[in-house]
């Protein structure tokens, strides 16, 4: 079973940085995606980033390019997917989710991926 947890979050200025951390436990595939979504009230969710073995990744949303970076790791048996925010803004307030699929080797939708964390708070005051 994979098991996924998000930490990091919290309330900055605009203009501030954040680190989101995901740990992902169970995900032995070769070939998996991890993804970090957003969803603000009143919104749907939406893609923030996204990482997979191939071509092409990682994936960043238009909305933050230029102003993310993202990096992965293991950590033991666990795959990290670490979210770092600069220049922050108000608009990107948000419910943070990190989510993980298996057997994955390209960009997938919100509804492709099987697990989920509980989402970790982020907000922008400016």
């Known amino acids: 079973q994979v098991h996924v947890v998000e930490s990091g979050g919290g309330s900055v200025q605009a203009g501030g940085s954040l680190r989101l951390s995901c740990a992902a436990s169970?995900?032995?595939?070769?070939?998996?995606?991890m993804g970090w979504f957003r969803q603000a009230p009143g919104k749907e969710r939406e893609a923030v980033a996204q990482?997979?073995?191939?071509?092409?990744?990682?994936?960043?949303a238009d909305s933050v390019k230029g102003r993310i970076i993202t990096s992965q790791s293991q950590d033991n048996a666990k795959k990290m997917f670490i979210l770092f925010m600069n220049n922050l803004r108000p608009d990107d307030t948000a419910m943070y989710y990190c989510a993980a699929a298996r057997n994955c080797n390209g960009r997938r939708l919100a509804g492709d991926f099987d697990y989920w964390g509980q989402g970790t708070q982020v907000a922008v005051s400016s």
């Open positions: 990482i997979w073995r191939g071509p092409d990744s990682p994936y960043y």
């Open positions: 169970g995900l032995t595939d070769t070939e998996y995606c």
